[in-house]
């Protein structure tokens, strides 16, 4: 087990010093603003979204190792998805890092998974679900920037 978290903690690192999808989005339809005032994690996220589909998702913005490796991830597995397809999976996300039960093995979270960890230290999962959260904003263009307090 050891072994694994080992490789959850590398790959999470990895996201964060390399993060995928980071930097502006030309040509994107849908925005949101997050910022967690409890560490001072914040991100802007951009979508392109045509005929329902996600076709690019990309961030900006700074914040610590799991803010930043949840967006990064986040957006890698947004890419090709309906909108609806997009909230089912910020569902199971989320109740990935919250539930103590955790979700069964045959969840569709794919490198996702790999932040199932956050769950056992509650200050942090604020952190890793600040990008889900704007994400959320982003489909439902509501405008109002998010705030995880």
């Given amino acids: 087990m050891s072994d694994l ?3 959850y903690q590398e790959l999470i690192v990895d996201h964060y010093r390399r993060p995928h999808n980071f930097g502006p989005l030309a040509g994107a339809n849908r925005h949101a603003e ?3 005032p409890l560490c001072g994690d914040h991100l802007s996220l951009s979508l392109k979204v045509v005929d329902g ?3 690019e998702a990309r961030f900006e913005g700074a914040g610590c190792a799991i803010s930043t490796a949840s967006a990064s991830l986040m ?3 947004l890419k090709g998805r309906t909108e609806a397809e997009a909230e089912a999976l910020f569902a199971v996300f989320h109740a990935l890092v919250t539930s103590e039960d955790g979700l ?3 969840a ?3 490198k996702l998974a790999v932040l199932a960890g956050v769950r ?3 200050t942090r999962v604020k952190c890793a679900t600040l990008a889900w959260h704007t994400l ?3 489909l439902h263009q509501d405008g109002q920037p998010v705030s995880t307090e």
């Fill in 5 to 7: 978290r080992d490789l």
């Fill in 75 to 77: 957006t890698d597995a």
């Fill in 136 to 138: 959320l904003a982003a």
């Fill in 120 to 122: 056992e230290f509650p």
């Fill in 34 to 36: 997050g910022f967690n």
């Fill in 108 to 110: 569709p979270l794919g």
């Fill in 53 to 55: 589909v996600i076709e």
């Fill in 104 to 106: 069964p093995a045959d």
